[in-house]
């Protein structure tokens, strides 16, 4: 597999709402957003990742499309979300978070994770398949391109596609990431992150600049004395 590129990183300086549970991670130049597969969230809006800060609580309405599987940002600036229905959603979160009524795009069943309105990504039998979405009237998802993933004894824990880069995040905190540029795609470049042990590592995306987030978990020390399962958004 390729050689590593390793990287420092570390805990942002964010606070998460107490009740946010994220699985789901979202990065683009309207911010970021973390999730929950039911739809309650966070946005830390514009750089406010890199800058610190509070985020801003957001719940969005998908309750009749299933739970939300993938999560990415649209060239327009909505949020997609693929569901467990196969509705690929669109919601309009803007920074000041709070309650958004999300609409089923008028698409075909998505075949795993939405990564733009027009193409998917899904894992399958260790490979990354990638579908364009035809145009015309009997819309359908065709694979175009097959990706094969490195050797390596990690296991994939997300895959998110944003800004022409697809990343898919490992259980062991490292990604894989392809540069997509229509029907050619790059070698995957593989990051290791220099973190410390003792996390849980959930899923990763790219910025519009290339810089690769994660979402991960581990157990801390309350002020009061207890011990606390909390998320991180790792830098």
């Known amino acids: 597999h390729p050689s590593a590129i390793v990287r420092p990183v570390v805990p942002a300086a964010v606070h998460w709402p107490s009740w946010l549970e994220p699985e789901l991670l979202a990065c683009g130049s309207h911010g970021v957003v973390a999730m929950a597969p039911g739809g309650t969230g966070a946005i830390l809006p514009g750089q406010a990742a890199f800058q610190g800060g509070h985020s801003i609580p957001l719940n969005l309405g998908i309750l009749e499309m299933g739970r939300a599987h993938g999560l990415s940002w649209s060239p327009g600036g909505d949020l997609l979300l693929h569901t467990s229905s196969g509705a690929v959603a669109s919601c309009p979160v803007t920074a000041a978070g709070g309650s958004i009524q999300c609409k089923a795009l008028d698409l075909p069943p998505s075949p795993e994770v ?26 359908q998802w065709h694979p175009t391109v097959e990706l094969d993933i490195p050797h390596t004894s990690s296991k994939p824990v997300s895959l998110s596609g944003d800004h022409e880069r697809l990343v898919m995040g490992m259980d062991d905190g490292s990604v894989f990431h392809w540069l997509l540029d229509g029907q050619r795609t790059g070698e995957a470049i593989r990051e290791v992150p220099t973190a410390g042990p003792r996390r849980s590592w959930t899923c990763a995306c790219a910025t519009p600049k290339g810089r690769v987030m994660r979402l991960a978990n581990k157990w801390r020390r309350h002020p009061a004395g207890h011990m606390e399962w909390t998320s991180e958004l790792m830098l």
């Open 114 to 139: 939405a990564a733009h309105p027009y193409r998917a990504a899904v894992l399958s039998n260790g490979k990354v398949l990638i579908h364009e979405l035809s145009t015309g009237l009997a819309q």
